[in-house]
């Protein structure tokens, strides 16, 4: 397998801090909670970086800028049944399996009604030997564009809707190792009744440029232990410690560019939805950034990471010092 696979954007490692809570609801999962306001910031173009994020006004250290739901998401498969199949949440582990969903299983009530969107379609067929491929040869975004594809066929989302978010660049080489995956997925929904119109979108060309994407834009979400203790302990632990539950695609967050030492950060407290936070002080007019992989690296393996796993060379200014 090409190690060009092996990465997706890495949470930033800066847990020293204990998570400071504003004013912005962390009931995220309901509909209706007081609107807060706009988030402060703007995306805007650069002629060096293309898009890039912007902060409107001057905003705080460890300041929350805004908060962000996945247009797709997918349980890691060692989490699958950990975690929430739809939030990610972490289950309780004693908790048996849901007898209505025999492999998998949701956190709430409302995690299993939003689910709807993707898993009416998805429970019309066997997945056992597309879950089997994607394990055996260490995949995951293809969980994410089977998700994506459930919901495109429900019409919940449109078919080119990641089409916004900047794409890898595929070699041949890489095209033709998604073949077999790519004719898995088709073939796993074509044994089920799902009308051939209603997966016509579902081309190599569309696997492509989707996974293209995903690629690059996917965020490895990592839930910090249940309890606040377990937050302290997971800052003391190794950064190799496996607390990765799932992977997601979002929307802002991708138009966040990439520095090795970030004035803003990702993280998620209880499940999918994603928290960006400012590091320090931010200036108002001042781009936010984050670091898309694991900042404690050195030099010359930051630059490999950062070439194969997101196809450029860091210029940041960290970087530049050669630190
Ligand atoms: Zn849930
Ligand atoms: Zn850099």
Redesign the pocket.
């Known amino acids: 397998m090409s190690s060009l696979f092996r990465y997706s954007r890495w949470a930033s490692q800066f847990k020293k801090s204990p998570p400071i809570f504003t004013s912005f609801s962390t009931a995220t999962t309901d509909a209706q909670p007081n609107r807060p306001s706009p988030p402060p910031i703007r995306v805007g173009l650069t002629d060096s970086v293309g898009r890039a994020v912007f902060a409107t006004r001057r905003i705080g250290a460890g300041e929350l800028i805004h908060t962000a739901k996945p247009i797709v998401a997918h349980p890691s498969l060692p989490s699958l049944h950990k975690v929430c199949y739809f939030c990610l949440r972490k289950l309780p582990s004693q908790k048996p399996h849901s007898e209505a969903h025999k492999n998998v299983a949701f956190c709430s009530e409302h995690c299993k009604d939003q689910s709807k969107n993707f898993y009416e379609i998805e429970k019309k067929a066997d997945w056992s030997r597309f879950n089997e491929y994607c394990r055996l040869q260490g995949l995951k975004y293809p969980l994410l564009v089977k998700r994506f594809a459930c919901q495109v066929m429900s019409g919940v989302v449109s078919a080119d809707i990641l089409d916004i978010l900047q794409p890898a660049n595929l070699t041949s080489e890489m095209v033709s190792m998604m073949e077999k995956e790519f004719c898995l997925l088709r073939s796993t929904f074509q044994e089920t009744d799902i009308k051939g119109e209603q997966m016509a979108f579902l081309t190599k060309e569309w696997y492509t440029g989707v996974l293209a994407r995903m690629r690059i834009n996917a965020f490895r979400v990592e839930l910090p232990g249940g309890s606040y203790e377990d937050l302290l302990s997971s800052a003391a632990a190794s950064i190799e410690a496996e607390i990765a539950v799932g992977n997601a695609v979002y929307m802002l967050p991708s138009f966040y560019n990439?520095?090795?030492?970030p004035n803003a950060h990702i993280l998620w407290m209880e499940n999918v939805d994603a928290r960006l936070k400012t590091l320090r002080n931010i200036e108002a007019g001042e781009e936010l950034r984050i670091?898309y992989i694991d900042a404690s690296m050195n030099?010359k393996t930051?630059?490999t990471v950062?070439y194969e796993g997101f196809g450029f060379l860091?210029?940041?200014?960290?970087?530049?010092s050669n630190d």
């Not at 860091?314 to 530049?320: F, T």
């Open positions: 990439h520095d090795c030492d670091c030099y930051r630059q950062l860091c210029n940041c200014p960290r970087c530049l």
